[in-house]
């Protein structure tokens, strides 16, 4: 069942405040993306999407202020997010999605989600780049699974993180589909 939280933000004021923290227009993307993909996947588990969707868009709101550092990498963001009232169970899945760096472990459906949607946004890029008109509409899910099983493809993808799909009970090639169907009703935006 679905229980509406109040976020503590709303999308407009989120996409600003993300955008007065990360320059790189790649990593704005790949937010965007994420938020697509959680939105999605809020609808398949009749969760809230605007919950699921804002974690998806500011998970990486820190990541050019610390460097990557990844002892530091969703701790900073938890704590802006949180300052600025936003609710903390958005604030506490943007830390787990780094659980591996801050000696958090994952537990919930939603911790879980936010780390298969945010890495699988890696993999479908890559794929799409591939294809001669670079265009996500192209790419079918089998073309995502094929690639995910060569190990020198995107291998800073991690194929483990997108792998908790089914800690969320979602097969593997279920979820590739809904998250390339996310993706692709963002597709201009992405500019794939
Ligand atoms: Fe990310």
Redesign the pocket.
Known sequence: MSTVTDPGITRDEAMNLLKTHLKNEK?IS??VA?EAIMRALAVRFGEDPEMWGLAGLL??LD?EMVNEDPARHGEEGARILEEKGVSPLIADVIRK?NAEGLGLERSTVFEHALTCA??I?GMIVAVTLVYPDKKIASVKPKSVTKRMKTPHFARAVSRERIMECEKTGIPLNEFVALSLEAMSGIAKELGL
């Open positions: 990593l790949h937010c994420s998970h990486d990541y999605h945010e890495t946004t």
